[in-house]
């Protein structure tokens, strides 16, 4: 079965950097476009970063972008989203996304999520 497993959240100071992480397990990882989404409480789940499988990458939004920044190791399976002046509006659950299409079809994976919580 498919698994992709997200750690590397937690808590921290506003100003503060964090890189969360997600392990692919049994897919061709290296074929995959991969993601990294965030939930807060009492909000939808916005798109945060994506990276696709050749590594070419953006972050979704300007408030984001140049304070984050998705990365992959295809040799370890593995994407990262380094996190950097984080502000207490970042805090939500982080979960990661598998996602790629062959043949009319469409696979997509996610992961259980990470909580980042940024306060003083």
């Known amino acids: 079965q498919v698994q992709l497993v997200e750690s590397g959240g937690g808590f921290v100071q506003p100003g503060g950097s964090l890189r969360p992480s997600c392990a692919a397990s049994r897919i061709t990882f290296s074929t995959y476009t991969m993601s990294w989404f965030r939930q807060a409480p009492g909000k939808e789940r916005e798109l945060v970063a994506t990276?696709?499988?050749?590594?070419?990458?953006?972050i979704r939004a300007d408030s984001m972008k140049g304070r984050f920044t998705i990365s992959r190791d295809n040799d370890k399976n593995t994407v990262y989203l380094e996190m950097n002046s984080l502000k207490p509006e970042d805090t939500a659950v982080y979960h990661c996304?598998?996602?790629?299409?062959?043949?009319?079809?469409?696979?997509?994976?996610w992961g259980q999520g990470t909580q980042v919580t940024v306060s003083s």
């Open positions: 990276i696709t499988s050749t590594g070419g990458n953006t």
């Open positions: 996304n598998a996602k790629r299409s062959m043949w009319g079809k469409t696979y997509e994976y």
